[in-house]
């Protein structure tokens, strides 16, 4: 079947460490998403890409980065600079990114401070 | 830019009872509305969808119409299980701005619905 996998379901990081969570998807679409969830938040936009080797800034892009190396990839980089990185992160890809088609999600990664 | 607006939670029903869930929304254009749900520890799933006036979505006995008179996109189930229980998220794409087709999230409504 295809989907969306985000890897690992949870993450740990220390002080000053910049961790990577990963997503990828098999479902041959052009456009792929990243949102920070937060309780009763709603989800955020982080970055996103519309084609390989391109991705842009989303409402809260300070303290991430992404690459767009492949089709299926779309790593989330979760810098040092991030103070406050707990959340929910969730990884989305669509058909396109110029059209009003669903967002198919990923189960997402958990993010804690140690 | 772009807002929705839904009811706050969360949301406590007995087993077979009718739900409603608000959801209002400001855009330009001629956005498309959603609903999404999301499940303990999951992500989110595509309930229904309307893309113009007039549509009405429906879903695993859950629908909503898109009403551009009054800017809503209402979920309604008229009997919920106890497997409804879940954080339902109202979200529109396609309104207005650049980057209009990137989704705009309500903020959720959990609902927990009891034997």
């Known amino acids: 079947d295809g989907g969306i996998t985000q890897s690992p379901k949870y993450l740990f990081r220390k002080e000053g460490q910049n961790v990577t969570l990963s997503c990828e998807q098999n479902?041959?679409?052009?456009?792929m998403y990243w949102y920070r969830q937060d309780p009763g938040q709603g989800l955020r936009l982080i970055y996103y890409?519309?084609?390989?080797?391109?991705?842009q800034k989303g409402d809260i892009a300070e303290g991430y980065s992404v690459s767009r190396e492949k089709k299926e990839s779309f790593p989330l980089t979760v810098t040092s600079a991030q103070k406050n990185p707990t959340a929910f992160y969730l990884c989305?890809?669509?058909?396109?990114?110029?059209?009003?088609?669903?967002?198919?999600f990923g189960d997402g990664t958990r993010l804690s401070i140690l | 830019g772009d807002s929705v607006t839904q009811m706050e939670g969360p949301v406590t029903l007995s087993e077979e009872a009718f739900l409603t869930i608000n959801c209002t929304y400001t855009?330009?254009?001629?956005?498309?509305l959603f609903w999404y749900v999301q499940y303990p520890g999951e992500g989110l799933q595509l309930l229904l969808k309307?893309?113009?006036?007039?549509d009405k979505g429906s879903n695993k006995g859950f629908e909503a119409t898109y009403r551009k008179e009054t800017t809503s996109f209402h979920l309604e189930k008229g009997s919920v299980q106890v497997s409804d229980s879940a954080v339902y998220f109202c979200?529109?794409?396609?309104?207005?701005?650049?980057?209009?087709?990137?989704?705009?999230f309500g903020k959720g409504t959990k609902l927990s619905v009891i034997p």
């Open positions: 979200a529109l794409s396609g309104g207005s701005g650049a980057g209009s087709y990137q989704l705009t």
């Open positions: 890409s519309q084609i390989v080797n391109d991705f």
């Open positions: 989305a890809s669509s058909p396109d990114g110029y059209s009003n088609q669903p967002q198919h």
């Open positions: 479902l041959n679409h052009d456009a």
């Open positions: 309307a893309t113009k006036a007039d």
């Open positions: 855009a330009t254009g001629y956005p498309s």
